[in-house]
């Protein structure tokens, strides 16, 4: 993966252009993040994803490409086939032959898809609700394929760094013993609030997140994250899903081979369609 994106990161008291810094008051940054992030889900919308990893951090496309622009730019011109036909890098819940088929690309890491997953008691504060389109909606996506409904498909990039990286290979890890969406939906369950880069995902806290897990063998899945056994699965599926056209932003939902905005209002109208 190119190391030549732009990030700008507001995280805690710090905005990082590159190797340059900002200082700004504390104040300043309270105040000013609810802002950032209102204009951030703007966009989102018409983007059809959030090319961010939180609390301020955009990443510019790294294939130096067309953004993708709702149904279109890359949208036009992504392989959705490579997402569909590959369970083992991209695991799938509900009937193989549903008639409506939701794909969610997602960073475990970035705070906006712990807001579309709905699951830690965060993301139900007032100050989130702002966000009520996007909150829970791929939770309801997972609910719908459960149930038997459509056939959801995830898709693990990890691009904002060792954490996204460990927590993505952590979840293989737990499929390995066919435990994938029980450990998605803990690790995500583990998240304490819009935070990146903060060690809530380092492996030795991974290993405290299975415990928590019906039925896993914490000896065998220790083992497994400790080798880095599915480090190169991590990898290979954002190659892969880079190499396909597709933009790499997270949260970004794509529903019967089209992408959809990143709300659950646009997801349901497009499943109904």
């Known amino acids: 993966m190119k190391k030549n994106w732009k990030v700008y990161r507001v995280e805690k008291e710090e905005i990082e252009l590159m190797s340059e810094t900002i200082q700004i008051k504390k104040d300043t940054f309270y105040k000013g993040s609810i802002v950032v992030l209102a204009v951030l889900l703007i966009v989102s919308i018409f983007t059809g994803g959030f090319g961010t990893g939180g609390t301020g951090a955009v ?7 067309t953004p993708a622009q709702g149904t279109g730019g890359a949208a036009a011109t992504a392989n959705v086939g490579v997402i569909t036909n590959n369970p083992e890098l991209f695991p799938a819940l509900g009937p193989a032959n549903a008639e409506d088929v939701v794909i969610e690309l997602s960073d475990y890491q970035c705070p906006y898809c712990t807001l579309a997953s709905g699951i830690p008691e965060w993301t139900k504060e007032s100050q989130y609700q702002q966000y009520s389109g996007l909150i829970g909606a791929a939770g309801k996506v997972k609910e719908l ?3 038997g409904e459509i056939r959801f498909i995830y898709v693990p990039l990890a691009f904002l760094g060792d954490e996204s ?3 993505a290979q952590a979840a293989y890890c737990a499929g ?5 969406f029980e450990m998605h939906d803990a690790i995500f369950a583990a998240s304490t609030g819009p935070t990146e880069h903060d060690g809530k995902y380092s492996k030795a806290n991974l290993k405290l997140i299975a415990q928590g897990v019906e039925g896993i063998d914490t000896n065998a899945f220790n083992s497994c994250l400790d080798s880095d056994k599915n480090k190169a699965k991590v990898e290979q599926a954002t190659s892969i899903v880079q190499g396909a056209g597709f933009q790499i932003s997270t949260p970004q939902f794509w529903v019967n081979g089209q992408q959809s905005q990143a709300s659950w209002t646009a997801i349901q109208a497009a499943i109904n369609q």
Request: charged residues 20%; negative net charge.
């Open 165 to 167: 990286i460990d927590a």
């Open 176 to 180: 390995d013993q066919g435990k994938y």
């Open 145 to 147: 394929a459960e149930n």
């Open 59 to 65: 990443t510019q496309n790294p294939t130096g490409g």
